[in-house]
């Protein structure tokens, strides 16, 4: 109906339109908002696992320049918690800190400085002195905890069928078991907040994933209304899922403000980024398959081993995928966590799948070898057109035809089943593949749009609460509007991450783009409809919105709109789906290994914009490599803190850990998904990364790698 602007509508290649901004600097981060009469926060961490403080000791700190307060928990303000015990950790969960002498992990806030200036708080901060009675056993080795795992509340295990019957009837049978390490998010831009509290009401600049829930968990803190808290993100320098919780710096920042009457800044350091924002914890996951020599699946497990704190519970659903990935007439899905003195992990990169996808496609593979069957015919074989966890179709679903062009792309044919038979010098070359998928959902989404029309031309502005964590909002977001209002996209004006604006999801969990997308079409759409319909003008008549404004004799028009999912989508799976295929080759004296080059294929819908959904995939395959390669965070076994402590020894992978990467969009039409037919793809290019790489290292050494990060010595 509307003029298809290809230049600038959905589905053009057009650069970030936020990308000048940030390339002068001009993109405004949470502490670079100009804030007047600021004071600076910093954060005090416990250095105990377990125990309690029983001496403090702040004259010191207290008496230096600058120093404007030492808080405690003897003078912190009392705060609002769930009473209940261990209450599950959500994006909206209120969070109590410095409420007790009780320390729960190494590194927990115990107290915060605040001063005139950043540094002398840093400083002030070091002079504090708790003294601790110190519990003399607290729960930091997984290994030898594992009698205290209990079933968690937050997610039920499942079953279909009968596995016994299912591993009876297998010709093979595999029982594996791979371990991922405790990991940390780590986006660039550390979390950060000004906080100003004033009559009662909050002004947060904070970089967060999610402004409205940000808004309640503040709210229900501090048991003030969600309209005295105001909360402005509108440039998020990453975040992958640990700034979809309101952090307790944010309390901290705001509990400060409201004793001293002015605007605290508070930013995490990179050391406090492993312990004061969430985590991937460790997992343990066994994987039991049963198979014919034909290669139908009979029987697959996946049951999860990992931990939580002791004061609250999160569970990643690791097992998730192995519900609705295959064909499998016996499934059987368990957790288990074992409550650690370590902080609550929360969602990391593609949680359950990023995890989960690492066991499953690595046993996929150690089946289909024991069948002698390619990996990639496995695959196909066990297809499924319906999500027999969820007992409902998919509401579409190209795995094959991913893998099938992967497949031909990356000339997996010129690959032997055989490990070792193909080298070149000291190298042994190995070819891998992984399927991947990525729960793609979809949540109401409002927005606004304003038109104004000046010299014959007009101008929109979307608004919306929605966030750019560094994906590309702000560009899918003008692109739409530009579709459906028929305007070049450099008339579009978006504004984002304030909680004055119309309600999102925010960005986490591949939901943003389809979702906040859909909000700002319908707000469009309604602008357009009532302009119409006001003049008596039928829906289907193509006329530019400029003329519409002048029958409406109107210079500035505004109208808001709201998707939300369809019946249909309730009855569906929605699911973005692909394949990573991978050559990877190892040192056969070393172990040292490189990636050499990638197939990416995704079928995600419809691709609101290939440049930056091709940055999307290529950040998921990175965040891959990291997992595979190099990311892990240690624990001291004896004292329970991370020795993992910078970036310095948390290694993410640079360019040169790069494969050469090919990513390749498969067309996808699904009109189930949404009326935009987009599915996410935020998290789908990390799904597959890890199984894919050490599948490939064990068709080159012959070596099965369960246990990552994969590391040189590991390999000899
Ligand atoms: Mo994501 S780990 O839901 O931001």
Not at 171 to 195: G, K, N, Q, V
Not at 389 to 400: C, E, M, T, V
Not at 570 to 577: A, G, I, L, N
Request: one cysteine or more; aromatic letters at 8%.
């Amino acid at each position: 109906m509307m003029n298809t602007l290809k230049a600038s509508g959905v589905g053009a290649s057009i650069n970030r339109v936020e990308g000048r901004l940030k390339v002068r600097g001009m993109a405004k981060y949470a502490t670079e908002f100009p804030v007047e009469n600021k004071a600076f926060a910093q954060g005090i961490n416990s250095t105990i696992a377990k125990g309690e403080i029983i001496a403090i000791d702040s004259s010191e700190a207290e008496g230096l320049d600058g120093v404007l307060a030492v808080i405690t928990y003897k003078n912190a303000e009392k705060l609002n918690h769930l009473e209940e015990e261990m209450p599950l950790l959500a994006t909206t969960t209120i969070a109590p800190v410095l409420q007790s002498a009780k320390v729960n992990y190494y590194g927990e806030y115990v107290g915060v400085v605040v001063a005139e200036t950043f540094e002398q708080a840093q400083y002030a901060a070091r002079l504090v002195k708790f003294e601790y009675k110190e519990d003399p056993d607290p729960t930091i080795r997984f290994d030898e905890s594992k009698s205290k795992a209990y079933k968690p509340k937050g997610n039920s295990d499942y079953l279909r069928g009968d596995m016994e019957a299912g591993l009876a009837e297998a010709d093979e049978t595999l029982d594996a078991t791979y371990i991922t390490p405790i990991e940390h998010h780590h986006p660039m831009e550390l979390h950060a907040i000004i906080a100003s509290w004033e009559n009662g009401k909050v002004t947060a600049y904070s970089s967060q994933q999610m402004v409205n829930e940000s808004t309640i968990a503040i709210a229900d803190t501090f048991q003030i209304p969600k309209k005295d808290v105001r909360v402005i993100t509108p440039f998020v320098g990453g975040g992958f899922g640990s700034k979809l919780n309101t952090e307790r710096h944010v309390i901290l920042a705001i509990m400060a403000s409201k004793l001293l009457g002015r605007p605290v800044q508070m930013t995490v350091t990179r050391q406090q980024m492993f312990t004061n924002t969430g985590m991937r914890q460790q997992n343990e996951q066994r994987m039991q398959l049963g198979a014919k020599m034909d290669g139908s699946l009979t029987a697959l497990s996946h049951d999860t081993l990992s931990h939580t704190s002791t004061y609250q519970e999160y569970q990643e659903p690791c097992g998730m995928i192995s519900k609705m990935l295959y064909q499998v007439p016996n499934n059987q899905i368990t957790y288990r966590l074992i409550p650690m003195n370590f902080q609550t992990p929360f969602a990391m990169r593609a949680p359950g799948e990023a995890t989960g996808s690492f066991a499953l496609e690595s046993a996929m593979d150690e089946m289909a070898w024991k069948l002698k069957m390619d990996p990639v015919d496995f695959r196909i074989k066990n297809d499924t057109q319906i999500d027999l966890g969820a007992d409902k179709p998919f509401s579409s679903r190209l795995l094959i035809e991913c893998l099938r062009i992967g497949a031909d792309k990356f000339g997996w044919e010129n690959r032997s089943m055989q490990p070792r038979s193909k080298q070149e010098g000291n190298w042994l070359i190995g070819y891998g593949v992984s399927a991947a998928s990525r729960n793609s959902p979809y949540q109401e989404s409002s927005s606004k749009v304003i038109l104004e029309l000046e010299n014959e031309k007009v101008y929109a502005t979307v608004q919306m609460d929605a966030t750019d964590i560094g994906t590309g909002s702000y560009t899918i977001i003008a692109q739409t509007a530009s579709e459906y209002l028929g305007v070049p996209v450099a008339q579009v004006t978006v504004e984002l991450g304030d909680s004055r604006f119309p309600i999102t999801p925010g960005s986490g969990g591949s939901w943003g783009a389809a979702s906040y997308c859909n909000g700002a079409r319908a707000a469009c759409q309604n602008a357009i409809d009532t302009l119409k319909q006001n003049k008596n003008i039928g829906k289907d008549q193509d006329i530019p919105v400029a003329e519409l404004l002048k029958q409406n004799k109107l210079k500035k028009y505004e109208a808001e709109g709201s998707a939300a999912p369809s019946e249909a989508f309730k009855k569906h799976s929605v699911f973005s789906f692909g394949a990573n295929f991978s050559e990877v080759w190892v040192d056969k004296h070393t172990g040292m290994y490189r990636i050499k080059r990638m197939v990416n294929v995704a079928s995600a819908g419809n691709i609101l914009n290939p440049k930056t959904a091709y940055g999307q995939i290529i950040g998921g395959l990175t965040m891959g490599v990291g997992m595979v390669l190099s990311e892990q965070t240690r624990v001291e076994p004896n004292f329970g803190n991370f020795i993992t402590r910078s970036l310095a020894d948390y290694h993410v992978p640079v360019n040169l850990d790069m494969a050469n990467i090919e990513v390749i969009f498969l067309p996808e039409e699904d009109k189930i998904a949404n009326e935009m037919g987009v599915k996410g793809i935020g998290e789908l290019g990390i799904t597959s990364v890890a199984a894919s790489v050490a599948n490939a290292i064990f068709n080159a050494t012959g070596k099965r790698m369960r246990h990552l990060p994969i590391t040189p010595e590991k390999l000899i």
